[in-house]
């Protein structure tokens, strides 16, 4: 995949991507009284998913791994089968925001035209592009896996992932998505104010780094609803533990994709909700 942008075009009027961290100074009242103060706060900017030209979605994403972003959603969203039928990708800076701006492979840009239709997406929004209610209720990809995880493991994946969230020790106001495994410990971990965000630039550094999911843990630092499991099947994770429990739906999911569910996960033990056999104490 080369990155860059194709020639031509006009000029943009561009700026430069924002810091994920900023320092506000504020107001704060401890002790009986109100002074200054500073903290550190996550940025969150609007990141628009350029292709060929026309804007399918527009995203509030922290401004940090932005092409793994771009990636993993043209992944998780089907836009693309593979990474590489995104034959450039740009990121452009504006006053207003980022531009991601992708050139796709000739079917796949004709099959993407043929359906396209602009959205504005909430902090996280993780069912884009979408147009009905059967292809929001889409059956999820079946991950078959031998993967077989010790009970133990669980509570020391999320402790590793809990080490690599540099922007959360800082500000404590965003989720992270993490790739573990028994032979290489933590992988990959991507963080943002959106968890599905986070979990789309998990896809996105795992498909660029190359590396297949089949025998890891996908480990989430929040609640697990329905489009959090579709993106994980579109991963291949055959395993996924989250700190907080998962909806009704979400489990129904993951039992249908073949993904062995632990939420819950705390320190002292978690649930399995699904497909437990992967889980050998």
Known sequence: MTW???AGGAADERSSVPDPVMRIRHAA???????DATRAVPEESAVALVYDGATQAVMMATPADLEDFAIGFSLTE??????HEIES???????EGVEMRMWLAGERGAALAARRR???GPTGCGLCGIDSLGEAMRAPRRVVSALRVPATSIAGALQALSGAQPLNRETRAVHAAGLWSADDGLILAREDVGRHNALDKLVGAAARAGREAGGCVLLLTSRVSVEMVQKAAV?????????SAPTALAVRTAEAAG??????????????FTHPERIEA
């Open 4 to 6: 860059q942008a194709p």
């Open 235 to 243: 991963l291949g994770a055959p395993v996924m533990a989250a700190v």
């Open 259 to 272: 993904i062995t569910l632990v939420a819950v996960a705390r320190a002292d033990g978690f649930e399995i």
């Open 118 to 120: 602009h959205f504005a």
């Open 29 to 35: 009242y401890r002790g009986g009284i109100i002074g």
């Open 78 to 83: 089907g836009i693309v089968a593979h990474r």
């Open 89 to 95: 990708l740009e990121t452009v800076a504006m006053p």
